[in-house]
């Protein structure tokens, strides 16, 4: 008798437990928390950067982990005498229904319109726009 007759083989297809729309909620959520701490950085005049680990080769041709900052890209910005906010799922703008970014006259209020976004995307109302954006990816 061979080793693998002794094993119980069985065809199977491995299925995910979580939901595909709960995940791209969560990572909208992630993301807005993030522009958070960005806005917090912008307001003290800083720029908010996050550590990102890569791969290089050193002087000896070896491959080795190394960490570098990064800066992260605001979701604001100003024009227009005031601050354009847009909610972004990756890089794609995502559509809030009348149009793509909300206005506001400061920086400072800025953070309310992120505890908005953060508030709708908890809510799931957030969702068909994330739906919309990856129709679209999927298309082209």
């Known amino acids: 008798m061979t080793e693998l007759a002794k094993l119980t083989i069985k065809t199977v297809i491995r299925t995910s ?6 995940q791209r909620r969560a ?18 005049g800083e720029a908010y ?8 080769k050193n002087a000896d041709g070896e491959k080795v ?29 995502l559509d809030l229904g009348k149009g793509n970014a ?3 006259k400061a920086l400072k209020d800025v953070d309310g319109v992120l505890e ?6 908890n809510a799931g109302e957030l969702d068909a726009a994330i739906e919309a954006v990856l129709a679209k990816r999927k298309a082209a």
């Open 17 to 22: 437990n979580t939901d595909p729309k709960m």
């Open 116 to 121: 908005t976004f953060l508030t709708a995307a």
């Open 65 to 93: 982990a190394v960490e570098k900052m990064r800066q992260v890209r605001a979701w604001f910005f100003e024009q227009d005498g005031g601050w354009y906010v847009q909610c972004r799922y990756g890089s794609k703008i």
């Open 49 to 56: 950067q996050v550590k990102k680990s890569s791969w290089m």
């Open 27 to 44: 990572k909208l959520i992630a993301a807005i928390e993030e522009q958070a701490k960005v806005l917090a950085a912008a307001l003290k």
């Open 102 to 104: 909300v206005f506001v």
